[in-house]
């Protein structure tokens, strides 16, 4: 993650292309102490009390989402070769011209 800012304004973000924005933004409070905000996408994910374990949450619903797309994508690849294959027995048995 990247430091957006610096003192009061202090912000982390990680971007993953255009999907996925998350942040970590330092929340300054007058009769509490400082704490950090978790979002993806504007999406609020939690509220920590230091930057690490603000990230964390980040990091981990990003790769959980890229696991997914990554599964997702494999699982595509597969269908796609075994229509393919069925094409090619079904031309091999003459049940297509």
């Not at 003192?7 to 990680?14: A, K, P, Q």
Request: charged share 20%; glycine share 6%.
């Amino acid at each position: 993650m990247e430091p957006l800012g610096c003192g009061m304004c202090e912000g982390w973000s990680l971007k993953m292309g255009t999907a996925y924005r998350g942040s970590v933004v330092r929340l300054v409070r007058i009769e509490a102490a400082p704490t950090w905000l978790a979002s993806i996408n504007s999406t609020y994910l939690s509220e920590l009390p230091d930057r690490e374990s603000a990230m964390a949450p980040v990091a981990a619903a990003i790769t959980h989402h890229m696991e997914l797309l990554l599964r997702d994508t494999e699982l595509r690849a597969r269908l796609r070769d075994l229509a393919t294959q069925c094409m090619q027995l079904r031309y091999a048995a003459g049940l297509l011209n």
